[in-house]
């Protein structure tokens, strides 16, 4: 879900290192793999030779959107993906990555038609079950959210990010104890990642499990000592159980390290 600071996300379809060997070989050859700034810069150049030689041909044009969308041209990429679409309709790649630029741009409902078409071409696509619930989460439907998750997981069961998302919702929806068992699972898979400890601090904290909730929050700054949010919400366990001075130091750790303004606490003193 969004949006913590993140790499940006590849897309899933075609992502070319050397444009020159790919484009020799069977054209839905897929892979995923870091590119520089000079590959991509290399791929437009040569996806746009190619579409001067081959006008209709929708493979050049994904390959130069998706080149685009690394490098952060989002409204550039969007052009290359619905001319790609254009000439190849049927090609759920295509959609699923016009999807991920559309979400991008903000555009969600628009994002949440794309990721439908991919599922009416192939409801096998755990992704776009879970690109179309970040989708509805971000315009508040969260129940809807929760539903595309849910296949998500039937589909592929061990991506944790789809459980910590489903929290997500369900703590929307302030349905603690069902953020609490997918935030469990999450941390399952992924033991070390500091913001699935952090959130379920939160949710049993939100439960009155308070010992749980600071155990949690401890962990997920043992994790990570910059996470803003594991000091914000074990202040505010911390200053609902009254232990002030612990309220203080973890709340100005908070605010060092960057709280954002509109979660400042009103009645805290200000330093």
């Known amino acids: 879900m969004r949006r913590k600071k993140m790499r940006r996300k590849k897309m899933s379809s075609r992502v070319f290192v050397c444009?020159?060997?790919?484009?020799?070989?069977?054209?839905n050859a897929s892979?995923?793999?870091?590119?520089?700034?000079?590959?991509?810069?290399?791929?437009i150049k040569t996806a746009t030779e190619r579409i001067l030689q081959s006008p209709n041909d929708a493979f050049y044009y994904g390959a130069r959107g998706e080149?685009?969308?690394?490098?952060?041209?989002?409204?550039?990429?969007?052009?290359?993906?619905?001319?790609?679409?254009?000439?190849?309709?049927?090609?759920?790649e295509?959609?699923?990555?016009?999807?991920?630029?559309?979400?991008?741009?903000?555009?969600?409902?628009?994002?949440?038609?794309?990721?439908?078409?991919?599922?009416?071409l192939d409801d096998q696509k755990s992704e776009a079950y879970?690109?179309?619930?970040?989708?509805?989460?971000?315009?508040?439907?969260?129940?809807?959210?929760?539903?595309?998750?849910?296949?998500?997981?039937?589909?592929?069961?061990?991506?944790?990010?789809?459980?910590?998302?489903r929290a997500l919702c369900y703590s929307c929806l302030k349905d603690y104890s069902s953020a609490v068992n997918d935030y469990t699972i999450a941390i399952n898979y992924s033991p070390d990642i500091s913001m699935f400890y952090c959130k379920r601090g939160y949710?049993?904290?939100?439960?009155?499990?308070?010992?749980?909730?600071?155990?949690?929050?401890?962990?997920s700054i043992e994790l990570d000592s910059m996470n803003i949010y594991g000091y914000y919400y074990l202040s505010l366990v911390y200053r609902k159980i009254?232990?002030?001075d612990d309220f203080y130091y973890n709340y100005d750790k908070a605010k060092k390290n960057g709280l954002p303004k509109y979660l400042y606490i009103k009645d805290k003193h200000e330093q």
Not at 19 to 27: G, R
Not at 96 to 118: C, M, P, Q, W
Not at 136 to 165: C, E, F, M, Q, V
């Open 19 to 27: 444009i020159l060997v790919l484009l020799l070989i069977a054209k």
């Open 31 to 43: 892979s995923q793999v870091d590119t520089s700034k000079a590959e991509l810069l290399s791929t």
């Open 67 to 92: 080149a685009y969308y690394n490098l952060g041209e989002l409204d550039k990429a969007l052009v290359d993906l619905n001319k790609a679409i254009h000439f190849d309709r049927n090609n759920w």
């Open 94 to 120: 295509f959609h699923y990555n016009r999807g991920i630029v559309l979400y991008d741009l903000g555009r969600f409902k628009a994002a949440i038609d794309e990721y439908s078409t991919v599922i009416a």
């Open 130 to 165: 879970s690109g179309r619930a970040a989708s509805y989460y971000r315009i508040g439907k969260y129940a809807k959210a929760i539903n595309d998750y849910t296949r998500s997981i039937n589909l592929n069961k061990l991506n944790p990010a789809t459980y910590y998302n």
């Open 203 to 219: 949710a049993r904290f939100e439960m009155d499990s308070i010992d749980a909730a600071v155990n949690d929050l401890k962990k």
């Open 242 to 244: 009254g232990k002030t």
